[in-house]
């Protein structure tokens, strides 16, 4: 137990560590082994694990500076000129101009307000794309030495409690989080991210908390429920990603692309 | 003085006749704003943004489905029966697969044939497939490819304006067409020809 404890505690400071020495900055893509999943949530269509292939995924979210770079050489992605079908009326409306960041807003700091159509073009842009939900769940499930730590409750418990922070506090550096088995960092802790398939998640409003499907509103099988009710983190992932529309944006939702096998 | 009215009409009449205008600015929520490019059931490729002109109810599907994907043609159908033979003739319906690897224009061709829809003013078309999930984000529909290849997905009529603005949506198709939905194509219907006949009639 005391040894769990030591452990339990060096891993709460090693974001710290991770801070100071300037991590925040390093951007690029970690090769991710393949593998297989056993989702947290039920596919009606699929029993035991998935395989996922191996993939490159961006170690931390995209920054505001980074999208700002982006957005500073394509006008049409910029706030003001985007056409409203791509993006909502609060798309980047942190920032201080719509191609600068300024000074209110850090350029260290994940960037959110970003739509699904501005991320997959972001993504595309470095030949890239958004990862699959399975992808993201699959290295999600990883914490600093297991590849899936899901079972354990203090893991879970870890995660947690980023839930129940207030969301308005100062998102920290992207990058400034703990690194994961696969030198992943932030997939916990500091914003939700966009999926690709985002609009696959077919979970209706009932169908949240409960196993049945609503029937009527999807044609086939009936929409996905949960094999494993207990990992909050993830229910909570897929009911946020479940409720949005491709052009919304949200204080708290950013973005990491990938690339690679699909 | 009778020059400048001159120039304020013809511009009138650009702004306002909306199939024969792709010059004057497409609104910023119109859902041509997409560069998607489609191919409909005789091989023909055309940008979805073609479109543009005519009242449209757009839905999603594809053609090995065998449940809800007839229900869902069936739908239009029911809202097509349901309006005048000049309303009908100034409708579009485009039905946009979700599973452009198999819908092939052949196949699309033989689902048109089968459901009785084979008429210039429905299009079945197929997307390049990295064009579907934003497409269907444009319409806000939802879809998951299954194992067994066939998909779930929203079974959603969404009415499209001339400019490509969504006007309504109806999820609820079965027999009977859903009396909002259906005042709302007719509403609609009804402004495009109003803002057809202005500048013919001035």
Same mark, same amino acid.
């Given at each position: 137990? /005391? ?205 949240? /908390? ?41 204080? /708290? ?10 | ?5 001159? =120039? ?7 702004? $306002? ?28 490729? =055309? ?13 999603? =599907? ?31 319906? $485009? ?58 997905? $929203? ?25 909002? =939905? ?21």
């Amino acid at each position: 137990m /005391n040894t769990l404890r030591y452990l339990w505690l060096a891993g709460s400071l090693l974001p710290l560590f991770a801070w100071a020495a300037g991590s925040g900055s390093s951007g690029g893509y970690v090769h991710i082994p393949a593998g297989t999943l056993v989702s947290a949530l039920k596919f009606e269509d699929v029993n035991g694990a998935v395989r996922i292939d191996a993939f490159q995924m961006m170690r931390r979210p995209v920054t505001n500076a980074e999208f700002a770079a982006f957005v500073g050489t394509r006008p049409a992605w910029q706030r003001g000129h985007v056409k409203p079908v791509f993006a909502g009326p609060d798309y980047l409306g942190h920032w201080a101009t719509p191609t600068q960041v300024g000074t209110a807003v850090q350029g260290a700091q994940p960037v959110t307000r970003v739509s699904w159509f501005a991320a997959t073009a972001y993504c595309e842009a470095q030949g890239g794309r958004l990862p699959l939900w399975l992808e993201w769940e699959y290295v999600a499930a990883s914490d600093r030495l297991r590849r899936d730590a899901r079972d354990d409750p203090a893991w879970r418990e870890r995660i947690l409690a980023w839930y129940a922070q207030p969301s308005s506090k100062v998102l920290p550096p992207a990058g400034s989080g703990e690194a994961n088995r696969y030198g992943l960092r932030d997939l916990h802790g500091l914003v939700w991210e966009w999926t690709e398939d985002y609009s696959a998640l077919l979970v209706t409003a009932d169908n949240r /908390n409960q196993g049945d499907a609503e029937t009527n509103r999807f044609c086939g099988a009936g929409a996905l429920s949960i094999n494993d009710r207990d990992n909050y983190a993830v229910l909570m992932r897929v009911a946020m990603l479940s409720s949005l529309e491709g052009s919304n944006t949200t204080m /708290n939702l950013g973005f990491r692309c990938v690339k690679g096998a699909r | 003085m009778k020059l400048l009215l001159m =120039f304020l009409m013809v511009l009138a009449t650009h702004a $306002t006749s909306a199939g024969a205008a792709p010059d004057a600015p497409l609104p910023g929520n119109s859902v041509y704003q997409s560069p998607a490019r489609l191919m409909d059931s005789k091989s023909r490729q =055309f940008a979805w943004a073609t479109k543009r002109g005519q009242v449209q109810i757009v839905s999603m =599907f594809y053609t090995s489905c065998k449940f809800v994907c007839p229900m869902l043609i069936e739908g239009g159908k029911v809202i097509d029966q349901q309006l005048t033979a000049e309303e009908r003739a100034h409708l579009g319906v $485009t039905l946009i697969s979700l599973d452009p690897k198999r819908d092939t224009p052949a196949a699309l061709a033989r689902t048109a044939r089968e459901r009785n829809v084979d008429s210039p003013r429905w299009t079945l078309a197929r997307p390049e497939p990295q064009d579907v999930r934003s497409i269907a984000g444009l319409l806000g529909v939802r879809y998951r490819a299954l194992a067994d290849g066939e998909f779930n997905h $929203t079974t959603v009529l969404v009415l499209l304006d001339p400019e490509g603005r969504i006007v309504a949506r109806t999820e609820s198709i079965g027999g009977v067409p859903d009396a909002l =939905f259906l005042a709302a194509v007719k509403r609609t219907l009804a402004n495009a020809a109003r803002a057809d006949a202005k500048p013919r009639s001035g």
